[in-house]
Each structure stands twice: as C-alpha cells, then as structure tokens.
C-alpha cells in the first residue's frame, strides 16, 4: 500500500462519511492531522493520536475517535514492519484491527465508522498473504454492504461521485474475493445509478474485459457515503 493511494482513499472517503450532526463530526477534528502525518509529517500524526486519546480517556465508547485511533496504530504497524520491526508491527496491527472492530460494535449503523474501516482494510490487505488478508477484506465488504443499506433512504439525492466512488470500491473488492458475480452486479449498479462518475469508464472496462484499469493520478475509491 501506498502513501499516495492510502491518502487519496480515505481523504475522499471521509470528507462525506459519515450522516451524523456537524458537532458530532470528530473526523473534522482529526483528518487534517492523520492524512499530513500519512504523507510523513509525524508531528502532526502524534497530534492526531494524542486527540484521540484524548477523547477516548473522557469517553471510551466515543466510536469515530476509536476508529481513527485504531487506523493510526495500523499505520504505525505498516511502518514498523517496513523498518524490519516485526514485535512491534505485530503488536500494532493487532491492537489497530481490535480498535476498529471495536467501534463498529460499538456504533455498526455509522457509515463515519463502517467506512473508515473498510477502506483502511480494502488498501492494506493488498499485500498481505491470502490467507490473512481474505477474512479481513471481506469484512470491509461487509461494511461497505452495510453503509449500501443504511443509504438507501437518501440514495437518489446523492451525486454521482458519490454512489460511483462507493459502488467501484465494493465492486473492485468483490472481484479480489473471486465474487465476480456479485462485482458484476455492483460495477452495472455503478453504470445506471452514476452513469457521470468518473469511475463509469474503469466499470464499463472490468465488465468488457475482466481487468480494472488503473487510475490516472489520485484516486478516492470506495470512499464517499
């Protein structure tokens, strides 16, 4: 996983995540700090996690917080298995996936929660082994499914870069499973729903020829409510 692909994913993916009040927006209080600490600034990461921590200290069940907490240990993870530190990248990811799957118990109706998780899922289990990787990203898709059905109430009124980006990045997800006929189904959704997003052509392509061409420059797949 890239810096540049994870940034873009859950940039976009966040700015309309989450359906819930502006006061109980904590992805507003924290994104600016994450996605610089993402693109190497670690002063402002470490401001990001100590705000979470924060919170967390005053309110343990607060889930966004939680989240984006266990999204910064699984960065952290990813960075200590790059320098060869397997302890602690093995300690990391554990406590990263534990944190994010304890806010989706904790709030599993919120698409700033479901989202956040998947799209953190769907780009890190790009290499992993299979056998690791499999449980994980099929997880994401099921809370990508779910933000599909708590959706559907406000389905029509959203853009067409919404639904594309979400429809594409379930889409793309389920091809990696082998679901290729649920990927099907979900890349021809993509087509009628949001015929103008700019991820239409990349769906038309998968379906003509089984392959998804890769994006030109910044790409934020799977990340819009």
């Given at each position: 996983m890239t810096f540049i692909s994870f940034i873009a994913t859950v940039v976009a993916l966040v700015l309309s995540a989450a359906q819930a009040p502006a006061g109980q927006r904590f992805d507003y209080l924290v994104r600016g700090d994450f996605f610089a600490g993402?693109?190497?600034?670690?002063?402002?990461?470490?401001?990001?996690?100590?705000?979470?921590?924060?919170?967390?200290?005053?309110?343990?069940?607060?889930?966004?917080?939680?989240?984006?907490?266990?999204?910064?240990?699984?960065?952290?993870?990813?960075?200590?298995?790059?320098?060869g530190d397997l302890t602690a990248g093995g300690q990391l990811f554990q406590r990263g996936i534990q944190e994010m799957n304890?806010?989706?118990?904790?709030?599993?109706?919120?698409?700033?929660?479901?989202?956040?998780?998947?799209?953190?899922?769907?780009?890190?289990?790009?290499?992993?082994?299979?056998?690791?990787?499999?449980?994980?990203?099929?997880?994401?898709?099921?809370?990508?499914?779910?933000?599909?059905?708590?959706?559907?109430?406000?389905?029509?009124?959203?853009?067409?870069?919404?639904?594309?980006?979400?429809?594409?990045?379930?889409?793309?997800?389920?091809a990696r499973l082998g679901r290729q006929d649920e990927a099907r189904r979900y890349f021809r959704q993509l087509l009628k729903d949001a015929p103008a997003s700019g991820q239409a052509p990349r769906a038309q392509s998968w379906l003509d020829t089984g392959v998804v061409p890769k994006a030109n420059g910044m790409s934020c797949v799977g990340c819009h409510k």
């Open positions: 993402l693109a190497g600034d670690e002063a402002r990461m470490a401001h990001a996690r100590a705000l979470c921590e924060e919170t967390l200290a005053a309110n343990p069940r607060h889930a966004e917080a939680l989240v984006w907490h266990g999204s910064i240990l699984f960065f952290e993870a990813g960075r200590a298995f790059r320098n304890d806010a989706v118990a904790l709030a599993p109706d919120n698409p700033g929660v479901l989202i956040p998780r998947a799209a953190v899922l769907i780009e890190g289990t790009r290499t992993m082994q299979p056998e690791m990787a499999k449980p994980l990203l099929e997880s994401a898709v099921a809370n990508y499914e779910h933000v599909l059905q708590v959706q559907a109430p406000a389905w029509a009124t959203l853009g067409d870069h919404a639904k594309g980006e979400l429809l594409f990045g379930l889409a793309d997800a389920c």
